[in-house]
């Protein structure tokens, strides 16, 4: 298997490159018919900061052409909480005290009927690393349970192996969500303090292992507040070009998540404000048109109302970060992090509608899928 693997190094010269950049290399970047990543590193420049009006207006014509006027919708699903692992910045580290719980089987359809009831029909699966507790066998028997409900199922748990996601998209699973985290190895080691996902280079290579084996789709993002927003951007950048060059069928979607409080305290090193934030979304949005780009409830009702359909055309909704909690209706402070747009369903849509957004619960390219393995 080739790997598409980006280059840490690499991103220094390319940040160099951004800093230098005038308001005519924006403008130039802007209006290129094949953006790439010199344009990118242009479109993330400070120099770039002051045209993002003109950006905003850009990424909204895009969008526009590339989704129409829709909004993809889905919901997270936390299976279990048990984790073998120290990341700093996560509030299910294993050094956190919190109770452990995974769902049971009656639990796990119980949740799945209540989200089935919302109307949703794309549902991300979410474990830790793999423990006792909730193995790989645990989230194969959740997926083929859920995959008999819902229309699409994603996971975000562990990195594993082209066998292990064979056999996940054999039994429904459309795609994998696994972030990166940050591409900078040094950074990397420090912030995983223990467990599997210490891994650098196992974690780099899932995505690709993932759509060897057959899954559709790969979840990609940086988790913005650990390193310099720029470089891992860019490497970022590099890892999806890379992945659409070599699975050029393959579905890679990049979400833009910040740092959330957590129980652990973890603050942000390096702070992405919500100007940064949105001229990284616009950026991305220019360079790669038909890429669907998410934002999840980590992010406040106003900058998710103002970002939808402005290049986000895919965000969750109504989401708990605790295990089960749908069907109790429990609420607790032991998430994996704090949600900052508690709105359920009704309200959401309403919203989006008011904007002249649809929103959309099914995910289409799974119905196109099917239409393909039918005839
Ligand atoms: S980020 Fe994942 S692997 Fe790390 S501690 Fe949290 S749940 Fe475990």
Known sequence: MVSAIPSWSDSAQYAKLSKRTSPGDVTTAMSSSEPGLHEFAALISPA????????????????????????????????????????????FASDRELPRRKLGEQELDAELATLKNAGFEDVLLLTGERTEEADFDYLHAAVSRAAKVFHSITVESFSMTVDEYRNLA?????????????????????????????????RLEAPARALAAGLRTVGMGVLLGLADPVRDSISLFQHVEGLRRQYWQAGVTISFPRICSQLGGYAPAQEVDDRSLAQLIFAFRICLKDVPLVLSTRERPGFRDGMAGLGITRM???????VGGYHTKRKEDSGQFKINDERDVEAFCETLRKKGLEPVFKNWDAVFHDAEVLT
């Open 316 to 322: 969750s909704v109504a989401s708990r970060t605790t």
């Open 170 to 202: 054999d039994v429904g699973c459309t795609g994998i969500t696994l972030y990166q985290e940050t591409y900078d190895p040094e950074l990397y080691r420090e912030l995983h303090r223990w467990g599997p996902k210490q891994d650098f280079s196992s």
């Open 48 to 91: 770039a900061s002051n045209s993002i009006e003109a950006m905003a207006q850009r990424a909204q014509q895009i969008t526009g052409h590339h989704f129409g006027k829709t909004i993809s919708l889905y919901v997270p699903l936390y299976i279990s909480n048990h984790c073998p692992g120290g990341c700093s910045y996560c509030g």
